[in-house]
């Protein structure tokens, strides 16, 4: 994974507060998005230390983070998490891990009082979701997970003309996310037990351009399928998904999750979304900056686009005060309530693939 993936734009503290100390635990995933912001806050946030790094994991080398960004001048290194909560104290915790486990970082985070931005999905199974929210819960911190596409630009200019109700009530939404496979995976990719699966992985990313175009209608009933077409050294790995859902309010929505895109000289990802509401219909293309809205009698028009703003440092900022306890944040509801969505869909995908084993000649 890079560590420098996009640019953010200067953010920083409320005069005359101290600057935030940060952990890193775990160097694989999205960390560098969350540590460029930090390089742009003028101080505000600060990287103290990093620990729990993992070459077998494939994990990047510790000493080749702290050298990569302006925040971690002053970070130690060292092997053990613990040791680095219990001596450095730190105000928030950098949770990007392999996924199976997330959990025990984050729930050794939250004992030691620190607010957390973690990888997704949060768990991996219901039980240690469940007991990583109470902890939280108990410990009075925050979670916010690494889900920051409703910032991009192209979904959020889709998201104001939502919440303006100029398309009126969402009907019907479709989501995507399609990715290269690329030269290699890490092995672990092909072991469920430690990848968790594509539809918690990067199906939450479908699920969240969802929950941010219905402003948090929740998924009530799903079903999916899964499945390894097209890279059996990897059986762990599903490499297509399809999801169809029912929402709280009566919309319906699928998503469609796969590594199939071509190795050509296109972008990693294409990630999109289409919004169908009661009089007019929105296509976003995340990854080509474009949203386009469509209204009867109208040609279709490019919606103006936002400044890309940052998701992850003013939320840090935002955090109360070491003690302060509070009730927990949206981006804390969210977190749990995505995750236990793409748990719900994996399941329904796992029954759907013992179906038809069973029912196969």
Known sequence: MPLVTRHSSL????????????????????????????????????????????????DIP????????????????VDDAETLLRELR?????????????PRLATLAA??????????????????????????????VDICAM????????????????????????????????????????????????YGGTIPWIGIHALDFID?????????????????????????CEDVCVLAMRLRSGALATATLDYLRPDAP????????????????????????????LEPGSAPRDLPLPAPTPYYAPWLLARPSRGVRAAPDDRTLRAFRLTDEAL???AAADASRQRCVSNSP
Request: proline share 6%.
């Open 11 to 58: 953010v920083t503290a409320p005069a005359g507060r101290r600057a935030l100390r940060g952990a890193l635990l775990g160097a694989w995933g999205h960390f560098g998005e969350v540590l460029c912001e930090m390089d742009a806050s003028a101080g505000a946030l600060e990287l103290a230390g990093v620990a729990a790094v993992r070459k077998e994991d494939g």
């Open 212 to 236: 941010a175009a219905t402003d948090g209608d929740p998924v009530v009933d799903v079903s999916a399928f899964h499945a390894n077409l097209a890279h059996p050294a990897t059986p762990g």
């Open 111 to 140: 004992a030691y009082g620190c607010h957390i931005v973690t990888e997704k999905p949060l768990a991996l199974d219901f039980d240690t979701l469940r007991a990583l929210q109470d902890a939280a819960a108990d410990a009075g």
């Open 147 to 194: 889900l920051p596409n409703r910032v991009r630009p192209a979904l959020a200019a889709a998201i104001e003309v939502l919440r303006a109700g100029t398309i009126g009530r969402p009907l019907l939404l479709n989501a995507r996310k399609t990715y290269k496979w690329g030269a290699s995976r890490p092995a672990w990719f092909g072991d469920r037990l430690a």
């Open 90 to 102: 730190p105000d928030f915790a950098i949770v990007s891990a392999r996924p199976d486990r997330i």
């Open 266 to 293: 296109v972008p990693h990802g294409d990630d999109g979304l289409r919004v169908v509401g009661e009089h007019g219909e929105l296509t976003v293309d995340i990854d080509r900056d474009r949203a386009v809205l």
């Open 62 to 77: 510790s000493t080749q983070v702290v050298a990569a960004h302006s925040c971690a001048v002053s970070a130690c290194i």
């Open 344 to 346: 719900r869909a994996r």
